[in-house]
């Protein structure tokens, strides 16, 4: 009896070209997500939410406005005639800033009366409550099974603190303050106002809050956690060596204080513009 085999079914498939070495370990074009980030940052643009804490007249608004080059922040330095509020207030303001078709939307965040009271005790009390209630709005957004395309980012990126310019050393209010929110947010500690102290002052000056920093194990940004490698150490060590940093800044500072030493203003954006950058990334 003659027997037929059916052909196998790997036989009848048509034989496909074999795929040359070089295309198999050519590149796979991973260098095309640079591009995509680039493209989608410029069309998103970041976020960066700050927060400046001091008392009154210690030149928060000049700051802001001086940082990022335009009138962000109007002063709310208590007016004479108006009686002063004996809670903490917190106001916020945001701002769109545009350079060379990348945007930044910018949100000060101003704390009017902390450290004006007789009694100061528990004044940061409102300002963990508002730190944490962004970071918990933020949370709660994404937990949701339907979230949105793009969550608004609330949270506080930054804390400036601005240390008066006493010329001795932190007072027990600034320790209590950094010791509490350095748990919660970055705290950048400034010294305001630094012209009214001499070039010797400024450097004492800043050698004690140093000091009195790691006395109490206030851990300011940048933290041990983001010395990843050799070269994050390296500038974070810098960066550690500059804090606090000496504030001269105001509407015509690179004008009217071309000749002082100090350069707080360019180096102080930088640190910020970084770290709001890759918090909001």
């Not at 209630?133 to 709660?140: G, I, N, P, S, T």
Request: hydrophobic share 35%; net charge neutral.
């Amino acid at each position: 009896m003659d027997e037929r085999r059916s052909p196998s079914p790997c036989s009848s498939r048509p034989s496909s070209p074999r795929t040359p070495p070089s295309e198999m370990f050519g590149p796979v074009g991973i260098e095309a997500v640079l591009d995509q980030l680039r493209i989608k940052a410029m069309k998103t643009g970041f976020e960066f939410n700050i927060m400046v804490v001091g008392q009154s007249g210690l030149g928060k608004s000049t700051m802001v406005n001086t940082l990022f080059k335009s009138k962000v922040w109007q002063s709310t330095e208590p007016n004479l005639d108006v009686p002063m509020p004996q809670t903490l207030e917190l106001h916020s303001v945001t701002h769109v800033i545009e350079e060379k078709g990348l945007k930044l939307k910018l949100t000060v965040t101003d704390t009017p009366g902390f450290g004006d009271q007789i009694n100061n005790d528990k004044c940061w009390d409102p300002i963990l409550s508002y730190i944490n209630q962004q970071y918990e709005q933020y949370l709660q957004e994404e937990l949701l099974i339907t979230r949105q395309r793009h969550i608004p980012d609330t949270r506080v990126h930054c804390c400036v603190y601005f240390v008066p310019p006493t010329g001795h050393c932190l007072r027990p209010l600034d320790i209590e303050f950094l010791r509490r929110l350095c748990r919660t947010v970055n705290v950048v500690p400034v010294i305001a106002r630094a012209d009214s102290l001499t070039i010797e002052e400024r450097d004492a000056f800043r050698s004690r809050i140093q000091q009195n920093l790691k006395t109490h194990c206030i851990d300011v940004y940048p933290q041990k956690c983001f010395d990843e490698d050799v070269n994050d150490r390296l500038l974070n060590s810098k960066i550690r060596s500059w804090m606090s940093w000496n504030l001269l800044c105001g509407p015509d500072w690179p004008r009217t204080h071309g000749d002082l030493p100090a350069s707080a203003p360019p180096g102080s954006r930088s640190l910020l513009l970084w770290l709001g950058l890759t918090e909001s990334t």
